[in-house]
């Protein structure tokens, strides 16, 4: 059932190195004990469990991910497609496939932080070729790996990444209002009703925006004139939301970043370097999630 020893985990997670720094992750949590739900040892209350469940924690996709999956046709439990939402399975003895490679629970959940660069999509696999993040992920070390939410191709800056599908599934939950802070370079300088137009919320073709803490970093920076950088703090998490905020008020963006993700910043991880979360980091995560430590 596990897909590897409880101890090869634990070095792989102590020996995790940014693949561009080279720096070994010794902050590193070795995800144990440290991790806000040790699912090791919960895995005795969990049997049997919904195979979407099985598939959100196994980290073949977000919950809702997994539930696609299952209705598409593309999970096998024993050999059989399961289409059936309700459907349970045991952990122990149920062979469960997608596509026909098999899944399997890891005891040690990871998750990481990219600082990602430009001209990545945040995607794990393209039809279109393009450079996608699972280039700049350890994938091989950690199966199951997959982007918390999204950064547009163009948007440089802190990408979530975990094996934890139910974690994930919590993070992006508008009932958290878990707070993204965005650095927008736009075009011209936002006035004072532009500003209050993006705190209190901007009319969308999906609808308002819900408000936002705004506020100008630089007014024509040396370096960039005609333009100002603006910080701004959300907690949606809408397609192309920034970019369609900051459009809407007449100010479009001329580059995004994004610095923070809930309590985590990036610190100074390079830009297409990776690190695993320390303990501090992912108790702070779990709490974020509305997870109990
Ligand atoms: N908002 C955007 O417009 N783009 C992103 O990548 C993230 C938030």
């Given at each position: 059932?596990?897909?590897?020893?409880?101890?090869?985990?634990?070095?792989?997670?102590?020996?995790?190195?940014?693949?561009?720094?080279?720096?070994?992750?010794?902050?590193?949590?070795?995800?144990?004990?440290?991790?806000?739900?040790?699912?090791?040892?919960?895995?005795?209350?969990i049997?049997p469990m919904r195979l979407q469940k099985f598939l959100a924690r196994a980290g073949a996709a977000s919950r809702r991910g997994s539930e696609a999956l299952m209705t598409a046709g593309r999970v096998t439990v024993n050999?059989q497609v399961v289409t059936e939402l309700g459907s349970k399975v045991d952990p122990?003895?149920d062979?469960v496939a997608v596509d026909g490679a098999v899944v399997t629970l890891?005891?040690?959940?990871?998750?990481?932080?990219?600082?990602?660069?430009?001209?990545?999509?945040?995607t794990m696999s393209?039809?279109?070729?393009?450079?996608?993040?699972?280039?700049?992920?350890?994938?091989?070390?950690?199966?199951g790996?997959f982007p918390i939410g999204r950064?547009?191709?163009?948007?440089?800056?802190?990408?979530?990444?975990s094996t934890d599908g139910d974690l994930a599934n919590r993070l992006l939950h508008p009932r958290h209002?878990?707070?993204?802070?965005?650095?927008?370079?736009?075009?011209?300088?936002?006035?004072?009703?532009?500003?209050?137009?993006?705190?209190?919320?901007?009319?969308?073709?999906?609808?308002?925006?819900?408000?936002?803490?705004?506020?100008?970093?630089?007014?024509?920076?040396?370096?960039?004139?005609?333009?100002?950088?603006?910080?701004?703090?959300?907690?949606?998490g809408?397609?192309?939301?920034?970019?369609?905020?900051?459009?809407?008020?007449?100010?479009?963006?001329?580059?995004?970043?994004?610095?923070?993700?809930?309590?985590?910043?990036?610190?100074?991880?390079?830009?297409?370097?990776?690190?695993?979360?320390?303990?501090?980091?992912?108790?702070?995560?779990?709490?974020?999630a509305?997870?109990?430590?």
């Open positions: 059932m596990s897909s590897g020893s409880k101890t090869d985990k634990q070095k792989a997670a102590r020996n995790g190195a940014s693949r561009q720094g080279g720096a070994p992750a010794d902050a590193a949590s070795a995800q144990g004990g440290a991790y806000p739900r040790d699912f090791a040892s919960t895995q005795e209350r049997v050999g122990a003895v062979v890891s005891d040690t959940p990871v998750t990481l932080m990219l600082n990602k660069p430009s001209g990545y999509v945040t393209d039809p279109h070729a393009r450079h996608t993040v699972a280039e700049l992920v350890p994938c091989e070390r950690y199966p790996l950064l547009d191709q163009d948007t440089t800056g802190l990408l979530l990444f209002h878990v707070d993204k802070t965005y650095r927008a370079l736009v075009k011209g300088v936002p006035g004072t009703a532009a500003l209050c137009r993006l705190r209190d919320g901007v009319v969308l073709e999906d609808g308002a925006t819900a408000p936002a803490r705004v506020r100008m970093l630089a007014s024509e920076p040396q370096d960039a004139p005609g333009t100002a950088r603006v910080e701004l703090v959300i907690h949606e809408r397609k192309r939301q920034v970019r369609r905020m900051c459009e809407a008020v007449g100010h479009p963006v001329l580059r995004l970043h994004r610095a923070s993700f809930g309590p985590l910043e990036l610190g100074g991880l390079e830009l297409g370097s990776w690190r695993l979360l320390d303990s501090e980091e992912l108790a702070a995560l779990g709490k974020a509305g997870l109990a430590c």
